[in-house]
């Protein structure tokens, strides 16, 4: 019978002690949270901008292109029609070997990220 009453007494006791560490605990993986948010948004940015530089890039190299081989070949038909031939040959060889060249990177970039945030929190 005093088992049940110790038992009792120890959790009246520590309530206060049990209530701030649980409060400390959901701060801490409210701010984890939060780091994580942060950082997943700039590296949103950083793509998003550097989509926008590589499109831009791409688009004027690409007028360049066509116009360099239009006036090679005597024929604006003949330049941009190179031009868009070799950007659909990219387009394609970026679809066949995507898993290649995009998918498994950030896979294991990711896995990466999150073993050494595993380790720095230990």
């Known amino acids: 019978m005093s088992q049940p009453d110790n038992l009792g007494s120890f959790f009246a006791e520590n309530k206060t002690l049990l ?15 939060l780091r994580l948010f942060a950082r997943s948004a700039g590296y949103f940015a ?12 791409l688009l004027f190299g690409g007028m360049m292109t066509a116009f360099w081989f239009s ?17 659909l040959v990219v387009f394609v060889l970026l679809a066949v070997f995507r898993k290649v060249l995009f998918v498994n990177p950030v896979i294991h970039s990711v896995i990466q990220k999150s073993k050494e945030e595993e380790e720095d929190h230990v």
């Open 19 to 33: 209530k701030e560490y649980l409060e400390t605990r959901l701060e801490i993986y409210r701010l984890q949270s």
């Open 46 to 57: 950083w793509i998003l901008l550097s989509l926008f530089l590589a499109f831009l890039f």
């Open 71 to 87: 006036e090679l070949f005597h024929s604006y038909f003949k330049g941009f029609g190179l031009v868009t031939l070799m950007i």
